[in-house]
């Protein structure tokens, strides 16, 4: 259920600086034609001179620049886009994955098998914005993002953001920000990395999280140290690694370091569906305690997260590996397969990790006999490296939903727990349910649940019951 507020709850969230609404509205200050996040320190205006977006983008094409001072790009997104069609929120994952290849609009419509003018017309009825609109706000995000946290120069700057030109980039820039590029650079001494703070809307359970990390974290690819969680990576051509660590003011730190010039924002698109740094925890609550079976577990489990996952690939590698095992049993069999099939990584001898997860032509290449796993498991592995390599199956979220599980249901070996859990963690679907799975339904017939009470929250709601069956222990 979406929530829906007017403007005077907007103004009263805003006055008193709520951090649960950061990034659900956005405030336009008519006299000064700027608009901030609800938590901006600036001094308030009256109700009568403000004007209330719910998509940054709608503050912008309404002619509105951005407060420099509590900065809306670095606002938390929408969840999942809830209250858009599947069609709008494949578009906006497209722009994230592909904005360094220039795909234009078009060519995102073609992608979507509709016309240019009915992409555009979905836009402004569920966002209100354009599609043109959202892609330049978004490479205009990593430019600023750019500028404050690397050492590149404007012009890397500007091509890794998406522009095609400098010219073009500095004219955008200047006509979101008022004023040019190189005012907002800043000397960067992180050699070939950057680092960054991403926001997300408390309460957040970054124990819970680092927690289920920590169960499945595969040796020399991932490390948890005191408060922080490491990882090596891969997309494309692009390797890389990164630290996560709690910081102030709801936000987590990250430090990147790539082997060479990456695209920032479908990283940073990956960083925040591993930490579920887009969820509404008060929206996912407030739905939630409506069941009122549940609602005395809800106290004791603040900040739900659904842990997601690097790589589509990954998760579903792992899925398959944990079926009908521990998770200890799994995590042993996925250091094996790392060990015989991952790359060694080669870019920073510092570091204390030393392979990355196979891609899916690193599992098609080599033999996964004598490691732990049944042939039936070996050859349903192969079946979805296969399937990945040959792009018949894609788990990024641009596809369709409904025929990416289709597809997945295809191959021998996976059934509904697996693609439901694949949903849950690779595709961000906040209302994927693995029905058939005993702890759930133990928890369910227990305590006579219902889970259409759920809808659309029920991946939240099986992390809820998995950590009460635990006792914390994800």
């Known amino acids: 259920m979406q929530e ?3 403007h005077k709850e907007f103004y009263r969230a805003h006055l008193a600086r709520d951090p ?7 405030v336009a200050v008519k006299s000064t034609m700027i608009y901030c996040r609800p938590i901006c320190p600036a001094r308030k205006a009256k109700l009568k001179n403000l004007t209330f977006y719910t998509h940054a983008a ?28 599947s069609t709008v929120q494949r578009a906006i994952r497209m722009m994230e994955y592909f904005i360094l290849e220039g795909l234009s609009i078009k060519a995102i419509a073609t992608k979507l098998g509709i016309g240019e003018r009915w992409l555009r017309e979905l836009f402004q009825e569920q966002v209100g914005a354009s599609p043109q609109t959202i892609l330049i706000s978004k490479k205009l995000d990593i430019a600023r993002n750019l500028l404050d946290n690397s050492s590149l120069s404007i012009t890397e700057i500007a091509l890794s953001s998406g522009f095609q030109s400098i010219r073009r980039f500095n004219d955008a820039f200047k006509i979101r920000f008022g004023k040019p ?5 800043k000397n960067t001494s992180l050699e070939g990395g950057l680092r960054f703070q991403l926001s997300y809307r408390p309460p957040y359970a970054w124990d819970n999280v680092l927690r289920f990390l920590n169960n499945r974290a595969i040796v020399g690819v991932e490390f948890i140290e005191e408060n922080s969680y490491q990882r090596l990576f891969t997309y494309g051509d692009i390797q890389g690694w990164f630290q996560a660590k709690p910081a102030r003011n709801n936000k987590i730190a990250f430090e990147v370091k790539v082997n060479k010039n ?10 925040k569906n591993i930490f579920d740094l887009d969820a509404d925890p008060m929206a996912i609550e407030n739905d939630l305690k409506n069941d009122k079976k549940l609602k005395p577990f809800l106290a004791n489990q603040k900040g739900l997260r659904i842990v997601g ?4 690939f990954e998760l579903a590698v792992r899925a398959i590996v944990g079926q009908k095992i521990s998770v200890s049993a799994a995590r042993t069999v996925l250091g094996r397969i790392v060990n015989r099939c991952g790359e060694k990584q080669s870019f920073d001898q510092s570091l204390q990790l030393e392979r990355f997860f196979p891609t899916p032509k690193d599992i098609l290449n080599e033999d996964l006999s004598n490691l732990g796993l049944t042939r039936y498991k070996i050859e349903t592995l192969k079946q979805l490296a296969a399937a990945i390599e040959n792009k018949t199956l894609i788990l990024d979220g641009t596809a369709c939903f409904e025929d990416t599980c289709q597809k997945l249901l295809s191959i021998k070996g996976i059934g509904s727990w697996t693609v439901e859990y694949i949903a849950m ?8 349910f693995p029905e058939t799975d005993l702890v759930l339904q133990k928890k369910i017939s227990q305590l006579q649940l219902n889970p259409k009470n759920w809808i659309p929250w ?3 709601a099986a992390i809820l019951l998995w950590n009460i069956q635990t006792k914390g222990t994800i």
């Not at 963690?425 to 994927?432: G, H, W, Y």
């Open 262 to 271: 990456a695209n920032i924002l479908e990283l940073i698109t990956r960083l």
């Open 181 to 185: 590029p190189n005012v907002f650079k």
């Open 309 to 312: 996952a690097w790589d589509g």
């Open 4 to 6: 829906t507020y007017n």
């Open 20 to 26: 649960r609404f950061d990034g659900k509205f956005f």
């Open 425 to 432: 963690r690779a595709l961000k679907n906040p209302n994927a």
């Open 458 to 460: 029920r991946a939240y």
């Open 58 to 85: 709608q503050a912008e094409e309404a002619g509105f620049r951005p407060c420099l001072r509590c900065r809306p790009e670095t606002a938390p997104g929408s969840p999942a886009w809830i209250g858009t069609s």
